[in-house]
């Protein structure tokens, strides 16, 4: 007979008001105490340029803000100073886009950016030294990419970093200093689990690097990042098809994977991040197929899954957002349907 998990009770839940719109597949971002809410889809698939956004010291009154110049569901979104970057994703005929626009927080406008060199739904970025980095994607012929493009902001100027050894779309990127972390991601609709590394302060040109591989093959993995470790967790196995309990850990500083002691229940698309040193998986699909509400907790010290407060309500396919050492879960699929909720998961 299995232990009974312990109960956390370190971390808690608080409700913010509802957006003014439902909505899946958006993309979020804070700056400056404001909590953005970006593009999506609506209950019947179609993407929005609808934004939104919403005081969080106040918490009172959600703002519309000036449409996207068009209607696209998850766009990787960054912010660098006092500009939220919009990037790619999948317009209304749910096709990739190479749209690029800033939205700049003082003025509350839109200003198109020079697009990218190529059309791309499912890149990852992230920002070093103030500039862009846009890795892989999916190309307009379905096609993954190797590209890895730098964003210069300064002088609105698409550069290049060498190609990516193996080409992907929708990985999980992680900047550690300057050493670029690419993870996992898809390939049609092969899982992929290779992991490469570019140290950007290389002179004269930086080299990837191949890693050790995730030693479980999935799609739809959550990942999440500690100081120390790289989680893989969760998702969707393609041999047989069903969801897993996988979850590993790849020590950043050892460059080795770990097995650890599986998830409490085989489910994917559920909220992840760290909270209060806590890994977190919160909500999402199982083989049941209905947002459930369940918010299960690893604690790195014991090396245990606790049992964490319930989600004020199930959820999956929610957009997750780490800010301040929070876990912000948006929208997404409640058990009735597309929601507008928010929900924060916070250090008690």
């Known amino acids: ?12 839940w608080e409700s913010l008001p509802p957006m003014p719109t439902k909505r899946t597949f958006s993309s979020a971002t804070i700056v400056n105490n404001q909590l953005y809410v970006i593009g999506g ?6 993407p929005l340029d609808t934004v939104e956004s919403l005081n969080l010291t106040k918490k009172k009154k959600w703002q519309r803000l000036l449409n996207l110049s068009c209607s696209r569901a998850q766009p990787a979104v960054v912010t660098v100073g006092n500009k939220i970057i919009v990037i790619g994703g999948v317009s209304a005929d749910q096709s990739p886009l190479d749209n690029v626009d800033a939205y700049d927080v003082e003025k509350k406008t839109w200003t198109a950016l020079k697009s990218l060199e190529e059309k791309l739904m499912g890149v990852v970025t992230c920002v070093h030294n103030n500039n862009v980095i846009v890795i892989g994607g999916m190309k307009l ?3 993954p990419s190797e590209k890895c493009r730098v964003y210069d902001i300064d002088k609105n100027l698409w550069l290049t970093l060498p190609d990516m050894p193996t080409a992907r779309y929708a990985a999980f990127a992680h900047l ?3 050493k670029l972390y690419v993870f996992g991601g898809r390939q049609g609709k092969s899982a992929c689990t290779v992991v490469e590394m570019l140290d950007l302060a290389e002179k004269p040109t930086p080299k990837w690097v191949k890693l050790a591989d995730i030693p479980h093959a999935r799609v739809f993995p959550s990942y999440t990042v500690t100081e120390t470790h790289i989680y893989s967790y969760g998702g969707l196995q393609q041999q047989p098809k069903e969801f897993v309990d996988t979850f590993e850990a790849y020590d950043i500083e050892k460059g080795e994977w770990s097995t650890l002691e599986n998830m409490p ?3 994917g698309d559920f909220a992840g991040g760290v909270v209060g040193g806590m890994v977190i998986a919160s909500g999402g699909l199982g083989p049941q197929q209905k947002p459930f509400q369940d918010t299960s907790v690893f604690n790195p010290s014991s090396g245990a899954w ?10 999956s396919s929610a957009t997750t957002l780490m800010h301040d050492g929070k876990l912000y879960v948006i929208g997404g699929f409640s058990p009735t349907g597309l929601t507008a909720e928010i929900f924060i998961l916070k250090p008690a």
Request: net charge positive; charged share 40%.
């Open 141 to 143: 012929n379905t096609e």
């Open 306 to 315: 606790e049992i964490g407060p319930e989600c004020p309500a199930g959820r």
């Open 1 to 12: 007979m299995a232990a009974a998990r312990t109960k956390c009770t370190s971390i808690k």
């Open 41 to 46: 889809c609506d209950k019947d698939g179609k």
């Open 265 to 267: 229940s085989k489910h």
């Open 176 to 178: 550690k200093g300057d």
